[in-house]
């Protein structure tokens, strides 16, 4: 069984940074995307940015500029700097992996860490 832990929420004033890191922990046989979504009151859950196990990188056009995916396979891990923090980045961030367990692809998700951009 895999496991995503996610680290880094909290409150931040607009213009702020936050890094966000997810660790994948268990029976990992290969993992190939990895990811942020995140879902506001109201809203839908939205892809915010992902990363391939090569590095390919695809953003939100609302982040892009501003949040930073890197992936450190070795350690299973995917972090996401954000800079330049709106209010309206406000929300609920997943951490998302699509693992290969040997015979199929199953997407796998974090608990959720909550971003507040409030001054």
């Known amino acids: 069984q895999v496991q995503l832990v996610e680290s880094g929420g909290g409150l931040v004033q607009p213009g702020g940074s936050l890094r966000l890191s997810c660790a994948a922990s268990?029976?990992?046989?290969?993992?190939?995307?990895m990811g942020w979504y995140r879902q506001a009151p109201g809203k839908e859950r939205e892809l915010v940015a992902r990363?391939?196990?090569?590095?390919?990188?695809n953003y939100a056009d609302s982040v892009k500029g501003r949040f930073a995916i890197s992936r450190d396979n070795a350690k299973n891990t995917v972090y996401l700097q954000m800079n330049s923090l709106k209010p309206e980045d406000t929300a609920v961030y997943y951490c998302?992996?699509?693992?290969?367990?040997?015979?199929?692809?199953?997407?796998?998700w974090g608990q959720g860490t909550q971003v507040t951009v409030s001054s």
């Open positions: 998302y992996a699509d693992h290969y367990n040997g015979f199929s692809y199953h997407s796998l």
């Open positions: 268990g029976s990992i046989v290969s993992i190939n995307f």
């Open positions: 990363i391939g196990s090569r590095s390919s990188t």
